[in-house]
């Protein structure tokens, strides 16, 4: 079945300890998404590409890293930098410039 | 930055009654789309309904978009308990090539 994965689905860290999120998709969309998701609240832009080895900024990309070396993989490390990490991470994958998003299950990183 | 701003916040309704969410946004859009999360999986989407258009339906869904007002409002019809979820607008600008803005969200309860 075509779709996003997104592993681990939970996930705990001590302080100080960088993460990466693993986001994979077989849909053959060029761009992809993370989003950031705080309880109650709506989703924030941290990381987007839309082609291969291009990614770009989005509204709280600090304390975040990403890389994007395969059309079908675009991993979230979450660095020691961030200072709350603590949120609901989604991965999402559109097709074309202006269509629909398609979204992953999402990542609930805990920081200890 | 969000610029869709979701009306109201949450919404408890009984089984069989219509649910109105409003959306308003701030600048020119290309689209707007919305989207449904259950609580703790990912977004779905719903309906896309384009600058042009007015109104469009699907199943038991119907969007509005008034560009005029920078508003738009999702009307669920006969609602369900498996309706139970989070509603989020998310724009797509008209000033280029940018990721999708979503919304805070409704936080909708269908009472059996």
């Known amino acids: 079945d075509g779709g996003i994965t997104q592993s681990p689905k939970y996930l705990f860290r001590k302080e100080g300890q960088n993460v990466t999120l693993s986001c994979e998709q077989n849909?053959?969309?060029?761009?992809m998404y993370w989003y950031r998701q705080d309880p109650g609240q709506g989703l924030r832009l941290i990381y987007y590409?839309?082609?291969?080895?291009?990614?770009q900024k989005g509204d709280i990309a600090e304390g975040y890293s990403v890389s994007r070396e395969k059309k079908e993989s675009f991993p979230l490390t979450v660095t020691s930098a961030q200072k709350n990490p603590t949120a609901f991470y989604l991965c999402?994958?559109?097709?074309?410039?202006?269509?629909?998003?398609?979204f992953g299950e999402g990542s609930r990183l805990t920081v200890l | 930055s969000q610029q869709g701003e979701e009306d109201p916040q949450a919404l408890s309704i009984q089984e069989g009654e219509n649910a109105t969410m409003n959306c308003s946004y701030k600048?020119?859009?290309?689209?707007l789309q919305w989207y449904r999360q259950n609580s703790g999986r990912g977004l779905v989407h719903l309906i896309l309904i384009r600058s042009n258009e007015r109104e469009k339906h699907s199943g038991r869904l119907r969007v509005t978009l008034d560009t005029s007002k920078k508003s738009s409002s999702l009307l669920i019809t006969a609602s369900r308990a498996a309706d139970t979820a989070s509603y989020f607008c998310a724009t797509f600008p008209s000033s280029g090539n940018t990721p999708l803005v979503f919304g805070k969200g409704t936080r909708l309860s269908v009472i059996a």
């Open positions: 590409s839309q082609i291969v080895n291009d990614f």
């Open positions: 999402a994958s559109r097709p074309g410039v202006t269509g629909e998003l398609f």
């Open positions: 600048t020119s859009i290309n689209n």
């Open positions: 849909l053959n969309h060029d761009a």
